[in-house]
């Protein structure tokens, strides 16, 4: 007959196994929230330069400014680029400005592998009256 003080030795290992595993799925799953909301504050950051570029069409350095700074306080997040295509001419023959901003996503846990991160791009197209 097995002692109690064996019962108790094994019940630990099995916890500490089972916890590595369900702190292992939390970290993931905080790790996937963290970069939906920068994906989310991505495409708010471009459609406010969108918005600007209506405002103002041919000022690139507010549009990028206004870009990056509804961005500043992520601080997960790394400018790749911003790309701004003022007053091209659309297929029915007026004007539009493109605003593509894409953007590296540094995952929180990542202390395994740390270049772990994730790509986040969007676009927007916005008319232009005044070009």
């Keep these: 007959m097995k002692s109690n003080r064996t019962q108790h030795g094994q ?3 099995e916890f500490a196994l089972v916890a590595v595993l369900l702190l292992t799925l939390l970290m993931g799953g905080v ?7 920068s994906q989310v504050a991505l495409r708010n950051a471009v459609a406010e330069g969108g ?19 509804e961005l500043a306080q992520r601080t997960f997040l790394e ?9 091209i001419d659309d297929a029915v ?12 996503h540094n995952l929180l846990f990542s202390y395994l592998v740390p270049s772990m991160q994730v790509t986040l791009r ?3 197209v916005v008319p232009q009256l005044g070009c």
Excluded: W
């Design 11 to 13: 019940a630990l290992i």
């Design 31 to 37: 790790d996937f929230a963290l970069a939906y909301s």
């Design 51 to 69: 918005y600007y570029a209506m405002q103002h069409p041919r000022d690139e350095p507010g549009i990028r400014g206004q870009v990056e700074s």
């Design 79 to 87: 400018e790749v680029s911003v790309t701004i295509n003022q007053c």
């Design 93 to 104: 023959g007026s004007k539009e400005t493109t605003i593509e901003a894409t953007y590296h």
């Design 122 to 124: 969007s676009r927007t």
